[in-house]
């Protein structure tokens, strides 16, 4: 494949708001500059004795010993039930379980990315400079595993940082969601800054939509050959081609989308 492949985008579709827009097509060249569920329990309920006997259908009684021991056993036995509450946090820190995640200021060459482990020290390197705390993985399939198999979600996905100064408060999608269309594109760094519109708006991924492997993968991140092809996704949409929009020569750089984990 060519060394670089012309891309346009016509807009992105925002929950229950259509906003049009459109940016001049640009072509990725090679090496532009680098940019600086809970748990619940239930007793179940048992009425008062009247403290009087009853009669039984053999002619026997019942005594208050009788009725007090069944109502503690009831009591204690209980009825439980289990159920998700994504606003719960069932990750064990001690914080409510909605993840946080931004696109690097990076741009990599196919081998820079360097697979899982290298790609996770560039996210947490960048989160670190933001001054984000936490632990962070890299959105990218490789021969180790699909992104679907290492990144585990337990609640929503919002922005790291979209330059409000209001913390976790721009929803990018459910749990549900994730893999498929989103609410918001993960158009802002780690810092807040917005992603530029130009041609290194797009993250390697080396997935298909629904976060499996794709044959794309600069030889498992370990070449920038602009013979070998990388799959990558759009920044900048909310659609589908977020995760994977197409393939591009690995001496193409790109971006890394970072997700927080628990």
Known sequence: MAAADCVSWTGM???GLWAIAAAVPSCFGDAP???DGGTSTSSVATGSSDGGTGSTTDGGSTTDADTTATATSLATTGDTSTGTDPTVDTSGTGVDCVHRVFTTKGTFLGAEVGGGLN???LCEGEAQDAGLDGTWEAVLSDQQGPAVAHLELCGDIVLANDGDGAPDDTLVATQAEWWG???HAIDRHA???PIPLDNMAGAWTGSNPDGTVHAD???DWGTSNPEV???WGWAVDNGMSWISDGSLACSSRLRLY???QF
């Open 13 to 15: 579709r925002m929950r």
């Open 33 to 35: 500059p680098i940019e």
């Open 119 to 121: 790609a996770q020290a």
């Open 181 to 183: 269309d989103h609410v």
């Open 191 to 193: 810092d807040g800054m």
């Open 217 to 219: 993968d600069c030889a």
């Open 229 to 231: 092809t990388g799959r």
């Open 258 to 260: 970072c997700l927080e």
